[in-house]
């Protein structure tokens, strides 16, 4: 039987979801909530892109090993401890965990820095001449040296140069450059998923059921 594992990256502004089979990439899922005003709004949105992946990879896999895998909630938001931060993000993991309740997938929950040391082998910042995120920066290097940058990676038109790189891509066989932005966030979901298929004793889980 087939091992799927849901990696979560969750936040309000943008949240990634990867589906990983046998560790190979079933499917991603980019939200960026757009249109929604409110927090409540944007739970709606998710949990309702959640159970359509689940539902996906249950009708297609027939799979019974399936488990959940979000980040850890942080006691300190940029080292202060945020009521606010702690309230919201304890709501947006609760919406994980009752939707999967539905379904008996147990949820569990990694601190950042785990996944990041055994995943991409630091959780330091690295500063990049991109104007890509510092913390993100390794999590898109790993999947590029993996050959998987063009799950996470799209075109862009705009006049922005923050986060933007060139990317050549075949045109009638000849290669043209093209501007890209790369979402973190899902490169961040892929790792986490992949955090679930290391060998126990390397993982710190834990099983969500607040």
Known sequence: MSKVVIGIDQS????????????EIFEMYNIDFKGCKTNTEKRVVFRSRLIDAINKVVCE??????????????????GVLSESYIKSTGALIASIIDTCY??????YSVDTRSWKSQIVGSSKPLKNPYGINPEKYRTILYMRDKGLLHWIAEEYSGRG???VIQANR???GHKEKVRIKVNDD??????????GFLPKNKQKLKEERF
């Open 170 to 172: 075949m045109v009638r």
């Open 102 to 107: 539905v379904y008996k997938i147990p949820v």
């Open 61 to 78: 896999t027939k799979s019974n090993d399936i488990l959940v895998i979000c980040e850890r909630i942080r006691l300190r938001s940029q």
């Open 186 to 195: 899902l490169a961040d979901s892929y790792c986490i998923a992949l955090y």
């Open 12 to 23: 309000y502004t943008r949240t990634g979801i990867t589906v990983l089979v046998d560790k």
């Open 161 to 163: 140069e923050k986060g």
